[in-house]
């Protein structure tokens, strides 16, 4: 079930908040989580049950490290969670790799054998990581144990964030699983956070993945220098506003059941280096490897080598987090030598270069990335990447040329898309906000909200009569 689904916007969701908000207080996690596992059963069937015993794993995981047994607890916690992630995500990569290996260094191998396809579970890679980071700041001793499994499985498997993110902390929310207020104020919040997100998703997200879609789904020798550049355009335009659009999404329902998760991009396209990205880019995951995998490797507190080194296993990692491809894996050490690269002087002659320039050179960078991020594989990402500088051939008559995407639809879509990827309404609403706080005047502050609240029914309106109208709707996140 999707966010951006009629299922979900005009029955699943409805029902939910109103049940919700009738029960008592105190019946309310237990209904959360109940309805959190439906809402994941839905799509998943029984897969739910992994959901299920990787949360089981962690709880008692936690209880078991703050009782004494410290290292053991964490064992199992480590063993069990990755057992399961390495299993559903990564067992065709890891049996595939090695027969590759194996035949390129013509060593002895049965080719009959193969791996059954291993199906892999929507959102594991999230739940995974909260589970982790969850048992790993007991064993720091930054957070107690939570002795009620169904407290604890609320955290795990709320509906909100639980198949696209934010990767939300224990710590953050421990107090509002206690006891959290709800407000027709914050509820106001949640729903606009939600809309606003929707319509990313929906308006801008989806018209530019049809484009990327069509473009990479296509022969190399059917498009041309300037159709490869679109494609790339789109799908960086589309990566972000399906992105940071569901994590609006996730945001806006935690606010509405009472949660607040925190923000997960901010504005990473504004970035004027690689480094400015990553603390811009996907923060939640940034800032999980961070602390769970780069400051314990010793992060730069050891030589200069030593930090090279633990950049490169943070962002292989983190490439290998969002795939199970060799493409992924490509994809985050790339982005890791451009790090270390700042960090050994680029950074500071990017710094002394003018704004536009660094700009440019960031979205260069990040824009070559996704070609690797995208492509199926690494000889289409390397096919891609020769269109995109020229030096590949095409078919006498090309069939997706330039004219071919490019009409009224793509224009308005691409003005909002730049419009929105950098903070210009933010600031603009920021001070329209700030006027109306000035204001003596009763009157402009009922007409500027009322407006508002107009302006964003309008935009949900019509954005579910194009979700209505246009069936394409991909969900990027099965990968992950």
């Given at each position: ?289 961070r602390d769970y995998l780069y400051i ?13 080194r633990n950049l490169l296993i943070v ?105 929105f990827v950098v903070p210009t309404y ?55």
């Amino acid at each position: 079930m999707l966010f951006s689904s009629a299922i979900f916007l005009f029955l699943y969701l409805p029902c939910f908040l109103l049940i919700y908000y009738l029960i008592p207080q105190h019946w309310r996690n237990a209904f959360l989580f109940a309805a959190s596992l439906f809402f994941y059963a839905w799509g998943e069937t029984l897969v739910v049950f992994v959901l299920l015993l990787s949360t089981l794993i962690n709880f008692l995981a936690g209880i078991i490290i703050e009782r004494g047994q410290r290292r053991f607890g964490l064992l199992l916690s480590l063993i069990g969670s990755l057992s399961l992630l390495i299993y559903y995500k990564y067992a065709n990569f890891i049996f595939y790799s090695i027969k590759g290996f194996a035949e390129a260094f013509m060593l002895p191998i049965d080719n009959d054998i193969n791996l059954a396809q291993v199906a892999l579970p929507i959102g594991i890679s999230f739940y995974t990581f909260q589970g982790i980071s969850y048992t790993v700041d007991i064993y720091w001793g930054r957070i107690k144990a939570n002795r009620r499994f169904l407290d604890y499985g609320t955290y795990i498997a709320m509906f909100p964030h639980q198949i696209a993110g934010p990767i939300v902390r224990y710590a953050d929310i421990a107090p509002e699983l206690q006891e959290r207020s709800i407000s027709v104020e914050k509820f106001g919040v949640g729903a606009e956070r939600f809309i606003i997100g929707l319509a990313k998703k929906v308006l801008l997200a989806n018209t530019f993945a049809n484009v990327a879609d069509t473009v990479f789904n296509s022969p190399s020798t059917s498009y041309s220098t300037g159709t490869a550049w679109i494609g790339i355009i789109a799908y960086t335009l589309q990566i972000y506003f399906d992105f940071s659009g569901y994590s609006d999404m996730a945001i806006g329902l935690g606010k509405m059941v009472g949660f607040d998760f925190k923000e997960n991009f901010n504005y990473p396209y504004s970035a004027r280096s690689v480094q400015d990205f990553w603390r811009r880019w996907h923060i939640s995951l940034s800032s999980w490897f961070r602390d769970y995998l780069y400051i314990p490797l010793g992060g730069n507190r050891g030589t200069k080598w030593q930090t090279y080194r633990n950049l490169l296993i943070v962002f292989f990692m983190t490439g290998l987090w969002h795939g199970a491809s060799w493409n992924f894996v490509i994809w985050g050490l790339y982005h890791g030598l451009f790090l270390l690269a700042e960090r050994a002087g680029l950074g500071k002659k990017i710094e002394r270069a003018p704004g536009m320039l660094a700009h440019l050179y960031t979205l260069l960078i990040v824009m070559i990335g996704w070609v690797f991020f995208r492509a199926d594989n690494l000889s289409e990402a390397v096919l891609y990447l020769k269109k995109m500088v020229g030096i590949s051939t095409i078919s006498s008559s090309v069939t997706l040329s330039v004219d071919y995407f490019v009409d009224t639809e793509l224009i308005i879509t691409l003005l909002f898309g730049l419009l929105f990827v950098v903070p210009t309404y933010k600031k603009f609403h920021e001070q329209i906000s700030k006027l109306q706080d000035r204001s003596k005047l009763y009157s402009f502050q009922i007409l500027f909200d009322t407006g508002y609240v107009f302006g964003l029914f309008v935009l949900f309106v019509g954005t579910v009569m194009y979700l209505a109208a246009d069936t394409y709707n991909p969900f990027i996140y099965f990968r992950f």
